[in-house]
């Protein structure tokens, strides 16, 4: 076993350093576990393979509460032994994603800055049972120091009666120090989150926890199983030159400061194009409020082009990983986790005006998007900080291809097949095509504009045809939608296999 | 001429006191007029009347942007002669909603909380050109001391040039010192909102302005258009009582405090069922954070059992409003007037911890609700502040009787035909039928709560075996639709005027 007592400073607390295995024992079928996590960066792994090890000898299911995605350790090992009843609030596992999509996993697919509320009113089925956390450290009181993420983790931590904690030896020690941890109070006696700067300062360095409540230590040496980006393509790359252009003529026409407004960006390929832009650009003190804390954000540091920037995760890609901790003692000059609670912040948000950008499976011509659902019915992986950051933000953008599965999906339809940010919620949309600033445009103005600007040359003419269709069939009412065509698109696609006629 | 003089308190205005005649023909085509009122409260009469006067002669367009619907005098005379380009945020007009059905009007539906902000930003389509304020009375330094609304008359005082204002003498002068006016800075420069407990102070009791400002003042006594209530029907005592058992349950079982949290509800007859059963409860001290304050309110303070309410408009029947004048001494201690911004607040809704409770047109066996469109393409009024509550409370309910038109539609249905609440910001649903909570549960669980709780008979095997044919068609995947019948209910009721088969 690896040898973690200089890390658990608390020296009342090496008696309970056990193997991952006798922690493991400790778990009960049907217990709601709240496990750290969030976009493949500090969540536990050593307890949960020998927790997936033991169940594929003894079949049982617990409830998993992570903060978002967790790695292959956790949801992977958890779902491939059938292990999961209940999962929320996000996930990108295939297994796991193959168990939602047949009836074995039950998901709660929710806004990431409401999961952990939602625990703590007791609103999703009791308590947290047992807290399983991954950490860098236990303070000499017994407190416990994050790794790569934050989360829900402090709040499970609290609600919990029992915490096992994985201290993993693979996270440096100089994360100590990275963290705000701050866990509102709920109603009637929850007061303002005190954030007016991307850079204040609100809570405590780790999570309250003390030695009494914490049942086991293990010792952990797996690292977070992040993952590479793909080389930036020519449509993300063209994406970002169109929004990059946006924003400078937003600042030219005085709608936005010049050093632009707190940007966040979502997780994959597009969002690093966009912040990769960046980059390249004359933009100076930058301010990034985020979920998660990417390559891009490394570059932009090293461009000297970063203010500071707050998230909740740090999960860049591998190589990403080596730069962060290999020059850890820059970076966190610049940069803050905080727990998803006050990271996607509608409050925070809405304050400080933050320009979302997230990326659409498809929209539709009035302005709807689908973050989450194939074809209506199958889950993807989550609507994420999404709708927490599209509802709120000064400036709410969305990025798709214009088309996908090469050419034989328009990502601009009639009407979503599944819709998680509606109309009133949307202002930019971007392909590699164009940009569609719909803000302050009626439906029937949106459709027009979405199409022109929009959607690909091989879709255009069936989507104009649509909306003229729907114009005639209702007499131009407001959303001029015919009914009965609505999803005929996505229904050909599934008998055809493609939306073309 | 009605003789103001006494409520225009700064007498350097004397001179500036025209009529509307006068004041009207200071508009210009194609300006952008922001206009108080809400919910046929407060809104200005004369200076719309003669301007539709002059549009009836000399025809032009004008943008019309309020804080929402307004009376006939306002939105029906400017309809009626075509004098509208653009119309935002919300409305109930007959004759405008119309007009937006067909082409003539382009009409943006957006959250209520978010008009003013939207137009401080510039993100409309231009600053407001002239403002036009009913008012009780102008204070010795310029101020106005706004009437029945607050909605978003601060703001657009605060961005115009120019602010008409109509003194409105059938409006008591006791209103002076029921409002409290606060308008955010924009970011990067906002502050959280003071505001942690439903009666606390954060502002003036007057729209600051100034005597510069004010181009013109009309005298008016016109009353507000406020419309009177039906009788408590069967169905909409029935969802009280269910409501009213839900909340004790969740009281009984610590998820709530004994006089529950800061109720907001919805305008309309449903709405008003629910406080009136609050009436005949053993509730005491309850609080109200809403948007529009009805009869039911004034009926819980007669009650004894109201702590207080605060809202951005009075909107109670004509009867209502008599009791409201005639005793306004004791109203006044317990009831207050925000801007919507503020009333409708996201930051304010979840840290106060409102429990939403909002009519549906129609909500679908996975949780997304309907609340603006008939048949996916008729605008009914606007989403309004619901989704300012529903996304943020601490929870969501909504309500539809479980039929409408003699039961040719059911209001429970296998996909919206327009989604304005998605499965992520709902909780409960109640119809006359029962009470479903679908806290926690995902898609499939959900569809058979609603189902069996909500839907009425006739409609229930329908929408069992709409159910079943999904999970059979995707394997049961996540939400599992049959795309190509998701709208089959609504193409059915388009064609033949019935949903049933």
């Known amino acids: 076993m690896i040898d973690i007592r200089d890390r658990v400073r608390c020296k009342a607390l090496h008696d309970k350093i056990v193997s991952a295995e006798e922690a493991a024992a400790f778990i009960k079928p049907g217990m709601n576990i709240g496990a750290s996590g969030f976009t493949p960066a ?276 591998p190589d990403g990983l080596k730069r962060l901790y290999s020059n850890i003692g820059v970076y966190r000059q610049k940069m803050m986790l905080r727990p998803q609670e006050i990271a996607n912040s509608p409050e925070i948000a809405r304050r400080i005006g933050i320009i979302a950008m997230n990326t659409a499976i498809e929209f539709d011509i009035f302005g709807h998007v689908n973050s989450t659902h194939i074809m209506g019915s199958k889950m993807m992986n989550g609507i994420g900080g999404s709708g927490d950051f599209a509802r709120n933000a000064y400036l709410t953008c969305f990025f798709s291809t214009s088309t996908a599965k090469n050419g034989a999906i328009s990502s601009i339809v009639p009407m979503c097949s599944h819709i998680d940010h509606t109309e009133h ?17 009626s439906p029937r103005e949106r459709a027009r504009v979405i199409i022109n600007n929009c959607a690909h040359p091989d879709y255009k003419p069936m989507l104009l045809d649509y909306l003229k269709k729907g114009e005639k069939a209702t007499k131009k009412a407001h959303t001029p939608h015919v009914i009965k065509d609505a999803l005929s698109w996505h229904a050909r696609f599934i008998k055809t296999g493609t939306m073309k006629k």
């Not at 971007?430 to 445009?441: F, I, K, N, S, Y």
């Open 42 to 317: 500090g969540y536990p792994k050593a307890v949960p393979l020998a927790l997936a090890k033991r169940m594929a000898q003894d079949p049982f299911k617990i409830n998993l509460w992570t903060g978002a995605s967790v790695g292959k350790e956790l949801d992977g090992a958890l779902a491939a032994v059938g292990g999961i009843h209940k999962r929320m609030p996000y996930q990108t596992n295939t297994d796991l994603r193959n168990a939602l999509n047949s009836g074995e996993v039950e998901y709660y697919d929710l806004h990431l800055s409401e999961s952990a509320q939602l625990t703590r009113y007791g609103f999703l089925g009791g308590k947290v049972d047992v807290a399983i956390v991954e950490a860098c450290a236990i303070t000499e009181e017994g407190h416990i120091v994050p790794t790569t993420s934050l989360g829900n983790t402090a709040s499970y931590v609290q609600s919990a009666d029992i915490v096992i904690v994985e201290v993993n030896t693979t996270q440096p020690l100089e994360l100590e120090g990275m963290h705000d941890v701050y866990v509102p109070l709920d109603p009637p006696h929850r007061q303002p989150v005190p954030i007016v700067k991307v850079d204040d300062r609100i809570g405590t360095t780790y999570i309250p926890c003390g030695p009494d409540k914490i049942k086991y230590i293990v010792p952990c040496d797996i690292t977070d199983d992040v993952r590479p980006f793909g080389p930036i393509d020519e449509c993300s790359q063209k994406m970002s030159e169109l929004i990059i252009d946006f924003f400078k003529h937003e600042i030219k026409v005085g709608r936005m400061p010049k050093n632009m407004l707190p940007l966040q960006s979502g997780v994959g390929s597009v969002a690093n194009a966009v912040i990769s832009g960046f980059v390249d650009s004359d933009f100076t003190d930058l301010e990034v409020y985020t979920e998660v804390i990417q390559d891009g954000m490394l570059d932009l540091t090293d461009a000297g082009k970063l203010k500071f920037a707050s998230g909740t995760s740090f999960s860049p890609s």
């Open 425 to 441: 919620d949307t202002d930019i949309f971007v392909t590699e095509m164009g940009l569609a600033d719909v803000r302050g445009l």
